[in-house]
C-alpha cells in the first residue's frame, strides 16, 4: 500500500456508509480507496448513472473508439436490454478499478447494482472489483498486479 498519495475527493456521503477517498492509483489513473475499515460483505456504494438502452450504449462506444482520445468506458451492463452509464450522474462507483484479485463483488439487486465487501478491506487500501468484459468484446490489458492476474479485463 503507497502512502501520502494526494486525496483529490471524498465520495458524497449519501453514496455510501463508508468514507471512501478519490485518489491516484498505482492501476490506473484514479481510485477509490478505503478512508476507513469496512468490514467483510457489506454495502459499499451503489453504480449509478444514465440508463440507457444497449444500443445506445453502442453508439457511445463506437464514438469513444474512434475519437481517438484515450479509451475510458464507464458503462455497466444491467441486462439485454439496458446499460448504466455511469459517466453521467455516476456515485464515484465508477471509478473503482479493475482488478482480477477484488475486494468487492457486484450485485444486481431489484434493477440496481450494488458493490459489496467479499472481504474486510482495511483502511487505505484500493477497492476493486472484477470488470469481467466479455470475451466478445474489444480486448483490453489488465496491470492490476494481482499475482493470479488473468492478463486481460476480459474473461477467457
Ligand atoms: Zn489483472
Redesign the pocket.
Known sequence: MRTGKRIVARIDPRFSPFLLLVRRSPIDRYGIFAGETIPRNRRVIEYTGERITYRTANGRFRRILRSGRPRRFYFFVLNKRWVIDGSAGGTGAELVN????PNLVRRRIAGHIYYYSRKRVRSGEELSVDYRFSKDTIRCK?????P??????NLK
Open positions: 479493475h482488478s482480477c484479485e489488465c496491470r492490476c498486479g494481482a493470479k492476474c488473468r492478463g486481460t479485463i
